[in-house]
């Protein structure tokens, strides 16, 4: 049986490719802190013979006994709202982190695919992002903790494969959305669903002319799979290239949850990117892929899924406590 090791599993991605990893008979070990992530999104693998747990921040030495197969690097604080709180965990995961895994995929001759992100654009001046496009952020800015912890992390692993040899994989994932997202993280989609399901207006910041591109869930992990499994080393978009604005996509909500709510307006976050649309020419040539599931179907799915929510869940502000982690 194939071994993997899966970071960040008990969070929104990690838990899904976690379930796939199974679904296609390897042994998966899950590894999280739960800063951001919560174990009820794989309290359904516990049982299983083929899945474990280690309850371990991957900014520490990691050790995992026996063989390892593939490595899928997936810890990392993922919403704006949570690497402002904890700008120096996400720093440090993106790099410490990452540099621990590569450790540990060189001694294991394990294969490592890195979660990587849209951000590495920054506030593009090239659209649609190709691949090739080298970026465009504000190392100081508020998102600079998560964007060049994320930069730093390709070049680290990058320099793991031409140095060491090491076999990676770079995957840069563009918003991605589905169920088990964390209600209150702060992310656009939870945020206008709960404001729905609550009755409260919809906030949409700045003049919500900014663009998006959303990738529903099981298309972002199939990418992943893809790549995982193919030859290709360097960095490769996986998203939806069907773009809209925030301001029209509050409208699609307001009309998917039936409900009457207003936009309200608020100012746009600073470096928040006015343009986000992913080039996917590079995963259809080299995986075969492109994405399946539109916003229509996959918002629907979403939704169901934030409606089952008990009404304590749904109305409590902010469920995670980082006090336990500020360094
Ligand atoms: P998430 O917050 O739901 O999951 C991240 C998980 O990593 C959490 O369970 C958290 O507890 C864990 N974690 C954080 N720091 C850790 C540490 N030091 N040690 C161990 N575990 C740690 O976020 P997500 O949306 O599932 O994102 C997962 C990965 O995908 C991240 O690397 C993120 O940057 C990347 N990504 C996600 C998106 C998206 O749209 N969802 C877009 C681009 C990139
Ligand atoms: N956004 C918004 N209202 C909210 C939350 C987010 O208008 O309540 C906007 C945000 O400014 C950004 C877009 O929605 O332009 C997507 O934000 P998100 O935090 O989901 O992800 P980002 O792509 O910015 O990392």
């Known amino acids: ?80 709202i949570d690497y402002l709180k904890i700008p120096i965990q996400t720093l440090k995961v993106g790099s410490l982190g990452t540099h621990n895994l590569l450790g540990l995929a060189r ?30 952020v504000n190392t100081i800015g508020p998102r600079g903790v998560y964007d060049e912890a994320k930069r730093f992390q390709e070049s680290i692993t990058m320099a793991y494969h031409t140095f060491h040899n090491v076999d990676v994989r770079i995957v840069r994932i563009f918003n991605t959305y589905g169920p088990r997202m964390r209600l209150n993280d702060g992310r656009v989609i939870p945020a206008f669903i709960g404001q729905a399901l609550r009755g409260e207006d919809l906030t949409v910041f700045g003049d919500g002319m900014q663009t998006r591109s ?26 939806n290239p069907d773009e809209i604005t925030i301001k029209d996509f509050a409208e699609e909500i307001i009309k998917l949850t039936g409900t009457d709510q207003k936009i309200v307006y608020e100012p746009l976050p600073k470096d928040d990117p006015l343009q986000r649309q992913p080039n996917i020419t590079r995963a259809k040539e080299i995986l075969g892929w492109e994405p399946k599931v539109g ?33």
């Open 107 to 136: 001694v294991k001759g394990a294969r490592i695919l890195i979660a990587s992100t849209s951000e590495v654009y920054g506030d593009p001046l090239v659209h649609p992002q190709t691949e090739d496009y080298y970026g465009n």
């Open 295 to 327: 916003r229509e179907e996959g918002m629907k799915i979403t939704y169901d899924y934030f409606k089952s929510l008990s009404n304590e869940e749904l109305l409590k502000e902010e469920h995670k406590d980082f006090s336990g982690f500020i360094h």
């Open 214 to 239: 959303f990738c529903y869930v099981d298309d972002q992990v199939e990418g992943i799979y893809r790549l995982l499994n193919s030859d290709y080393v360097y960095p490769v978009n996986i998203g």
């Open 1 to 80: 049986m194939k071994r993997i090791l899966i970071t960040g599993a008990a969070g929104f991605l990690g838990s899904h490719l976690c379930d796939r990893f199974i679904k296609e008979g390897y042994y998966v070990i899950g590894m999280d802190n739960l800063i951001t992530g919560d174990l009820k999104n794989i309290q359904h693998l516990f049982k299983l013979e083929n899945f474990e747990f280690y309850h371990h921040d991957v900014t520490k030495f990691v050790n995992i006994p026996d063989k390892l197969d593939y490595i899928l690097h997936f810890a990392s604080p993922a919403s704006p």
